[in-house]
């Protein structure tokens, strides 16, 4: 399998439940992106990662916590999320922090 | 970080070219513009990017004015496939390098 994969593509959850994101790259990238896309909103950046090591936290609430065990694997896990929390969250790798960004497809995430 | 201008939408007819504009007069001398489109239902995908001179790839064509305060992309062909959500963005690599996401142009293509 090629470029960014992300699983699952489509997550219901309550707001009690606990879940995870995982974004998968094959393209030997170092860095890797969580992004938020919530309807009629453009992208957000939320965190960055850059050789395993977090470099960038947008102001993301506690809820939301992301894991990079190794350059090619990134995690987002969710706990105690809100109905607002509903929206497309998209990863995101690159060669370096300031190459060309090959996005995964997304994870349509619905609050209940 | 420097802000960028697009029509929100824009529509074309299949097979010919679309110019989608984009404004950016706070430009910065070490800001690229770079250019990604969303097509429905995927994420955002590179399309061009440059500097200062015009740049050209099988995607597009990017033609940047003279003072860098505005640029151009070009789709020679408009296809059905072309139709997405044209973000163009100014990236300073000299720094973090972060993209940052307007609404940009919807460009629906009509057959």
């Known amino acids: 399998e090629t470029g960014v994969t992300q699983t699952p593509r489509h997550l219901v959850m309550g707001m009690t439940n606990k879940k995870s994101l995982k974004c998968e790259q094959h393209l030997g990238h170092n860095a890797m992106y969580w992004y938020k896309q919530s309807a009629k909103k453009p992208l957000e950046l939320m965190f960055v990662y850059n050789f395993k090591e977090q470099t960038e936290n947008n102001s993301v609430p506690s809820r939301f916590s992301p894991e990079c065990p190794n350059s090619s694997h990134l995690f987002l896990h969710l706990h105690t999320l809100q109905p607002e929390d509903s929206a497309l969250y998209l990863c995101?790798?690159?060669?370096?922090?300031?190459?060309?960004?090959?996005f995964g497809p997304g994870t349509r995430l619905t609050v209940l | 970080d420097a802000k960028t201008t697009q029509p929100n939408s824009m529509e074309s007819n299949e097979e010919e070219p679309v110019h989608l504009p984009c404004n950016h007069s706070?430009?910065?001398?070490?800001?690229?513009i770079h250019w990604y489109r969303q097509l429905p239902s995927q994420g955002p995908e590179y399309v061009i990017h440059?500097?200062?001179s015009n740049v050209n790839n099988r995607m597009a064509s990017l033609a940047i004015a003279e003072d860098r305060k505005s640029s151009t992309l070009i789709l020679h062909r408009a296809t059905l496939r072309d139709a997405a959500v044209y973000y163009c963005?100014?990236?300073?690599?000299?720094?973090?390098?972060?993209?940052?996401f307007g609404q940009g142009t919807t460009l629906q293509v009509k057959p």
């Open positions: 706070t430009i910065s001398g070490t800001d690229y």
């Open positions: 440059g500097l200062t």
């Open positions: 995101a790798s690159s060669q370096e922090q300031v190459g060309t960004q090959y």
């Open positions: 963005i100014l990236r300073d690599t000299g720094n973090t390098g972060k993209l940052i």
